[in-house]
């Protein structure tokens, strides 16, 4: 039995808005955002029915299978020229940080974006104040692009090849 046998992993519905607002405005995920403003309900709202309406709608929560939920991943922003997104990742703070929830994301997102033929590089951007988090980007394959002086961030990416010849190693450390 995977590891990941444990949990599910859907496209967000309607009724996953609240618990997307709830880890969007935590601390720990305003902490590590360009944009750490707290985010009122009416401003998620819109926001979600935008984006569930959207024909690159890719926000994806994971729930453990007795349906609680646990975090979500997304890519957006779909850039026909290079054939990208931007993706992020995003869990619960109350949980263990010992079950390897971000990681488990991770894998599970990026099958499902490289899995889509407009998507060959996705892209991120860390915090330069989140040296570990751009380490632990970097294990997963991502290379550093840039260093974006205006938002204080590294942009990282990683292309789908690279994927490929580390998703089974990847697997295994989950």
Do not use: P
């Amino acid at each position: 039995m995977s590891v990941l046998d444990k949990y599910e992993f859907n496209l967000a519905q309607l009724e996953d808005e609240e618990n997307l607002l709830k880890v969007r405005n935590q601390k720990e995920t305003r902490s590590t955002s360009i944009n750490k403003k707290i985010i009122s309900i009416e401003e998620h709202q819109k926001w979600f029915r935008e984006k569930l309406n959207s024909k690159f709608f890719h926000y994806y929560v994971l729930k453990d299978l007795n349906n609680n939920f646990i975090g979500l991943g997304y890519g957006e922003k779909f850039n026909i020229n290079d054939k990208s997104c931007i993706w992020g990742v995003r869990v619960l703070s109350n949980l263990k940080k010992t079950d390897k929830f971000g990681s488990i994301i991770l894998y599970l997102l990026f099958n499902k974006l490289f899995s889509l033929k407009e998507i060959n590089k996705i892209n991120c951007q860390v915090l330069k104040e989140f040296d570990w988090i751009k380490e632990w980007y970097i294990r997963w394959g991502h290379e550093i692009e840039n260093f974006d002086e205006i938002n204080g961030c590294f942009n990282l990416h990683l292309l789908k090849n690279k994927w490929n010849s580390i998703k089974n190693e990847m697997l295994k450390n989950l």
